[in-house]
């Protein structure tokens, strides 16, 4: 475990995981307990899965597996997803778990299809496309380490900017449209954040897994609070702190995937503190009701 620690601060390669899987943490962690409290944590999972077809199209048509042209074509595929879903639950009378199915079948479906003709056409270049499915942590370079890093800040600072009107539009968007906020403004930029936490996530995790980091530390971490400060406070950490250790299980010779070790970390995080979370944990929640039960007792006799 020594050895791990220090190679973080001399490894190379392991570094630029780590700190690429802590950036990830961090900025899934903060964006997705905005998804959580708004009971919309498959959207993470449908746009993930939107990316796909974006990132073929974007080879196709530039012929380079640059990571940034990659990204971005994951980027504009996963808007059009969300659009699309806000289209179809504003404009039909399809319910919004319905509309997610669709987004999220009818892009991988298409992106599984591009996938399969790009392998069968023979371009030398398109060796390591599937790495977007399931991830692929150990290609982190330091580049790419910086863009995350740039990206991730950006968001942040816009949730920072914006946390009050954010956190209105969370607990009762029918109190902030009667205080004049601009709620459908606000909704498309909250899923534009999301989007940013997808792309930056699909290379380390894929875009099978990339739902669980949204979901999973926003989760735990509201086992502990019941301030949305506080909330996105912790939640950020246990995201950093799954990217870290996940690498650094992956890392210390077992020969195991990055992407499923840092979501069976934040599972863990998940599970602990389901039990031991000092305020919705059960441990917790079961010793102050027996407390409460003992003093209504005591005050009845």
């Not at 570094?15 to 905005?34: E, K, M, T």
């Not at 009818?106 to 030398?124: D, E, M, R």
């Not at 496309?129 to 942590?137: K, T, Y």
């Not at 077992?254 to 992407?259: A, I, K, R, V």
Request: aromatic share 8%.
């Amino acid at each position: 475990m020594l050895e791990l620690v220090a190679a973080l601060f001399t490894d190379y390669t392991l570094r630029n995981v780590a700190l690429g899987c802590a950036v990830l943490g961090v900025v899934s962690g903060a964006l997705g307990c905005f998804a959580v409290l708004r009971r919309q944590g498959l959207l993470g999972d449908a746009l993930a899965h939107a990316t796909l077809p974006g990132v073929c199209v974007a080879f196709l048509l530039s012929g380079t597996r640059a990571p940034f042209v990659l990204l971005l074509g994951a980027a504009l595929t996963a808007s059009l997803g969300a659009l699309l879903i806000i289209a179809v639950v504003n404009t039909t009378r399809i319910k919004y778990d319905a509309a997610l199915g669709i987004v999220l079948s009818v892009f991988f479906g298409a992106g599984t299809v591009l996938l399969t003709y790009i392998a069968g056409s023979g371009n030398s270049g398109q060796s390591g496309l599937d790495r977007f499915i399931f991830g692929q942590a150990a290609t982190i370079v330091r580049g790419d380490v910086v863009t995350m890093g740039i990206l991730a800040a950006a968001a942040l600072l816009v949730v920072f900017v914006l946390f009050k009107e954010f956190k209105i539009l969370s607990f009762d968007p029918e109190f902030a449209a009667s205080m004049g906020f601009p709620v459908g403004k606000l909704n498309v930029l909250l899923t534009a954040l999301i989007v940013v936490a997808i792309v930056i996530g699909i290379q380390t995790v894929g875009v099978i897994l990339m739902a669980a980091m949204l979901i999973t530390p926003a989760a735990a971490a509201r086992q502990w609070t019941d301030k949305l400060s506080g909330m996105v406070f912790i939640s950020g950490f246990f995201g950093a702190l799954s990217g870290v250790s996940g690498a650094m299980v992956s890392a210390s010779g077992s020969n195991l995937p990055t992407g499923p070790i840092i979501v069976l970390s934040a599972t863990g995080i998940f599970l602990l503190s389901l039990v031991f979370g000092a305020r919705h944990g059960f441990l917790w929640s079961r010793m102050r009701e027996r407390r409460n039960r003992r003093a209504a007792l005591g005050g009845s006799t």
